[in-house]
Nanobody, 123 residues
Framework: QLQLVESGGGLVQPGGSLTLACVAS????????IGWFRQVPGKERERVSC????????NYADVVRGRFTISRDDAKNMVRLQMSSLKPEDTAVYYC????????????????WGQGTQVIVSS
C-alpha cells in the first residue's frame, strides 16, 4: 500500500525559502497525481498545489502562485514543493497526498495522505 512521508518543514523568517519533500514507499508514484495541502488549526485543509502523473501539468492556488513550485522525481519516488518569499500566513502543517488517478482536476479527494510537516514563518 502506498505510504507517503513528508519532510523539510521548519522555522523560517519572512521572505525566506523552504523545500518540502514527499517520499513514497509501497508503490511507485509515477501514475498518481500528487497534491500538497496545508492546514491551520480551526480552518479547512486547502490544496496549494498539484502535479499530474508525468509532471507536465501543475496547478497552484492563487495565494501561492509565483512563490511555490511543485516538481516530481519519479526515479526517486518523490515530489517536492519549493517555497520562496514565505509569508507569516504560509504558516501551517503541510501534507502531501496521492490521488487515485493521474490528473489533478475533477479527481475527487486524495486516497493516501502523509502525516504532515510543520512550517512556521516568523521573525
Amino acid at each position: 500500500q502506498l505510504q507517503l512521508v513528508e519532510s523539510g518543514g521548519g522555522l523560517v523568517q519572512p521572505g525566506g525559502s523552504l523545500t518540502l519533500a514527499c517520499v513514497a514507499s509501497g508503490d511507485t508514484l509515477d501514475s498518481y497525481a500528487i497534491g500538497w495541502f496545508r492546514q491551520v488549526p480551526g480552518k479547512e485543509r486547502e490544496r496549494v498545489s498539484c502535479i499530474a502523473g508525468g509532471g507536465l501539468i501543475t496547478n497552484y492556488a492563487d495565494v501561492v502562485r509565483g512563490r511555490f513550485t511543485i516538481s516530481r522525481d519519479d526515479a526517486k519516488n518523490m515530489v517536492r514543493l519549493q517555497m520562496s518569499s514565505l509569508k507569516p500566513e504560509d504558516t501551517a502543517v503541510y501534507y502531501c497526498a496521492a490521488y487515485a488517478v493521474a490528473y489533478c482536476a475533477g479527481s475527487g479527494p486524495p486516497t493516501n495522505w502523509g502525516q504532515g510537516t510543520q512550517v512556521i514563518v516568523s521573525s
